[in-house]
């Protein structure tokens, strides 16, 4: 009767590490994801204002080190995230910086845009709540 019971509690305990251990993995994901999101998001702001107020090489500049910035967050958010979102974020900067480099306010501005949806909809998106959970 003892060892059933010391083999119940340790049963308990391992189920319970295990969910503490997927519960502060989700955390640490969606902290990550924030971060990463918020300082891809800075850049697009910069860029904006630029390309609102003409500033076309300056705007080069910054679409070509949010390029880089994503490159190194890619690599991580892939393994993280579906793979579809990686794409559309990748194909609209890439856009993106040609219609900066054609100084095409129209559709810089447009694109940035929905950049910067796509960017804001990754955390919410994988945000642990009840809903995204059932």
């Not at 010391?6 to 969606?30: D, R």
């Not at 998001?41 to 070509?64: K, R, T």
């Not at 949010?66 to 793979?83: C, D, G, M, P, Q």
Request: proline share 1%; net charge neutral.
């Amino acid at each position: 009767m003892k060892r059933r019971t010391k083999s119940n509690l340790k049963t308990c305990f391992f189920i319970i590490l295990l969910f503490s251990l997927i519960i502060s993995a989700g955390i640490l994901v969606n902290i990550f994801l924030n971060n990463t999101s918020k300082s891809l998001l800075n850049s697009i702001y910069v860029i904006q204002f630029n390309i609102e107020y003409n500033n076309w090489d300056i705007s080069y500049i910054e679409i070509v080190k949010l390029k880089e910035e994503w490159k190194t967050i890619e690599r991580v958010w892939s393994a993280l995230i579906h793979h579809d979102e990686i794409d559309k974020i990748s194909e609209n900067l890439e856009l993106l910086t040609e219609y900066i480099k054609e100084k095409d306010k129209t559709n810089s501005l447009s694109h940035l845009s929905v950049l910067k949806k796509y960017i804001e909809h990754i955390p919410e998106m994988d945000k642990l709540c009840i809903e995204n959970i059932f």
